[in-house]
């Protein structure tokens, strides 16, 4: 596997404590259909630091990310990222963060190298062509540059999602289930990037059920349930005051039905 | 400048991208070229065969037959962001969401002004209308209708495209807004296949000009506010 490129901005170099948290988030909730999937997470993840987040199906990861990469709003509560706020900073969150879903956001009719040329304009990449190049070098997919993703399988594609990350410069990672649907080689390199990132200080938020194979390259984890923080480990993440009385209780309760 | 030539880099390449995945998806024009064939032979075994009321029925049939068409090929062109994610990734990038508005447009404009010209020629043939001294005012009539349904169009899709019941909340929609377009654009056909004999062919075309402009305009302003997921 070739040596990954992790192009960044200026501010994730240098001294980690003197930048805002990457995340920081305050009673952070959000409804779907009345029923709290956030149920008021207070959380702080520190510039630079690998973290991992955990629970079970349902405890509301996927959630937590989405809203960090401003992919839906909060019903309650309010978060930042590298000290702007989701929501009134939205435009400048979407330049520092970059957002590894379920869903790749390909384009089935374009080919791999295509999809990464429109997504090198969108993010106003630099170099754009030999980055593109290199960015399919590194996710292994070289060989299949000109195939249409129609044709990839779900590995590929998430290879090809791992590859758009690298044309950005994003300051904060979020991975959602980065090891589903890729081999041996795959998960390698997601590890390998992994590891790129925390060496250069790009925060990585990361929701996966492989804890075993993550942890060693974790600084900390916040394990969600239900819709809240419960247990928060190591370095680089901690759970931050709720600002509203009864710290154990959720700020949202299920809707009455 | 700067801020405008990034916007249009970024437009085109939305534009690019679209007509890429239809050129070679072939999801808008075929089942919209199909459509339209159909709508107008519909029309013409409904009004019979005199070709006298055939003819004065043309410009009505014309535009029928694209905004119908329309509705379809707008619609098709958003369900290109249902693969897989991609809308939300598209609301993702760190870029204006008044580029991607003008990409998505501009990529409906092209399908729409290759459906004007393609049904335009169709018309001619059906209903032996003769469009020869007439096509510089209908390409104008043609090229600024397709605009405006795009514009509409690329707004609404915006607005149904996350919906079950797009394909019925689409037409319920637009066809109400398109109405003065639909107006505009039947009489300014009418005008030019006459020869213009009461000099209104102009006036017509100016309204179709200002429904764009309008619709354009509204379109770029709240595009942004469709791609946000609650």
Known sequence: ?257 | MNAFRNEARIALAVARKDALSELRGRHATVSTLFFAAVVLLLFGFALGPDSARLAAAAPGLLWLAVVFAGLLAVNRLHLLETDDGALEQLALYPVSRRAIYAGKALGGFGVMVLLGVVVLGAVGVLFAVDIGGAWPALLATVVLGALGVAAVGTFYAGITVRLRAREVMLPLLMLPVLAPLLLAAVKATGAALSGDPFGELASWLQLLMAFDVLMLVAGLATYGFLLEDG
């Open chain 1, 1 to 257: 596997m070739p040596q990954t490129t992790i192009y960044v901005s200026p501010r994730s170099l240098g001294a980690p404590d003197t930048r805002p948290p990457a995340v920081l988030t305050t009673d952070l909730a959000r409804l779907f259909a009345g029923s709290p999937a956030l149920a008021g997470v207070s959380l702080r993840v520190d510039a630079g630091r690998a973290v991992g987040l955990l629970g079970a199906n349902g405890a509301g990861k996927t959630t937590l990310l989405r809203i960090l990469a401003t992919a839906i709003r909060p019903s309650y509560g309010h978060g930042a990222v590298d000290g702007y706020d989701l929501g009134r900073d939205a435009a400048i969150v979407r330049e520092r963060v970059a957002y590894l879903s379920h869903a790749t956001g390909l384009y089935d009719d374009l080919t791999a190298r295509e999809n990464l040329r429109f997504a090198a304009v969108m993010l106003g990449t630099e170099d754009a062509a030999a980055r593109v190049e290199r960015a399919l070098d590194d996710v292994g997919l070289a060989a299949r540059a000109g195939d249409r993703v129609r044709d990839f399988s779900a590995g590929m594609r998430k290879r090809l999602a791992l590859g758009r990350i690298l044309l950005g410069r994003a300051s904060l990672v979020l991975l959602d289930e980065p090891y589903a649907a890729l081999d041996a080689d795959g998960m390698a390199l997601v590890d390998q990037l992994l590891g790129a990132w925390r060496e250069v200080g790009v925060a990585v938020l990361v929701a996966s059920h492989t804890t075993e194979r993550m942890a060693s390259m974790l600084d900390g984890s916040a394990v969600l349930e239900r819709g809240l923080v419960v247990e928060v480990t190591g370095t680089g993440v901690g759970s931050t005051p709720p600002s509203l009385p009864g710290t154990s209780r959720p700020v949202v309760a299920e809707a009455p039905r």
